[in-house]
């Protein structure tokens, strides 16, 4: 056999096997719908020559098209995901959900990311406002108590937090303070 057919054919036969490696990357990651995996699997057999018809399955598609309609596939229920945790508004849910998006680095053409971010920056800041009114409750603290009052009526979170009674203790506390300074300067006379 001449040298030169020898290595032609031993070249078609280590690149066959090449891409039969990337045929099973790629059968890999379809079943296991990780968009990581199936990226690189994918990007893989493009650089292996593997074109979207070979290795068809009995109903005539190939892996490598299988695979990409996977990948859209996991990233569109990535983002579904997204779009529900930013409809419900649950930090856990959102986190994961946004944490998933921004790992897997899904394709965001609409700016759902961001929405997602945005979304929970806002309801970590109502829970840290919410939380400051019930730290400023609890030390009796007036400017702090009538300052987070203000922050918290900004953002419209009455039904989240009793404003009415922050109020009333709020009210309880300048009367009491108003007391103690006019006793200080002996407008008051002790009683007893």
Request: charged share 35%.
């Amino acid at each position: 056999v001449d040298p030169m057919v020898h290595a032609s054919a031993e070249e078609r036969f280590l690149d066959l096997v090449a891409k039969q490696q990337v045929a099973l990357e790629l059968t890999q990651a379809v079943h296991s719908g990780m968009i990581k995996a199936l990226r690189e699997s994918i990007k893989k057999a493009r650089e292996r020559g593997v074109l979207t018809k070979d290795f068809r399955d009995p109903s005539g598609e190939g892996l490598l098209r299988k695979a990409e309609l996977r990948l859209a596939e996991a990233q569109r229920g990535v983002m579904d995901e997204l779009r529900a945790a930013i409809a419900a508004g649950g930090i856990v849910q959102l986190q994961r959900a946004l944490a998933q998006a921004e790992d897997d680095e899904v394709e965001d053409s609409d700016g759902l990311i961001q929405q997602g971010r945005d979304k929970l920056r806002k309801v970590m800041e109502h829970k840290r406002r919410i939380q400051l009114l019930k730290n400023a409750l609890e030390t009796n603290d007036v400017e702090l108590l009538k300052a987070s009052i203000e922050e918290c009526e900004r953002d419209d979170l009455e039904g989240e937090v009793d404003l009415t009674m922050a109020k009333r203790r709020l009210e309880a506390l300048e009367r009491a303070a108003r007391k103690m300074e006019m006793a200080g300067a002996g407008v008051l006379k002790p009683t007893g």
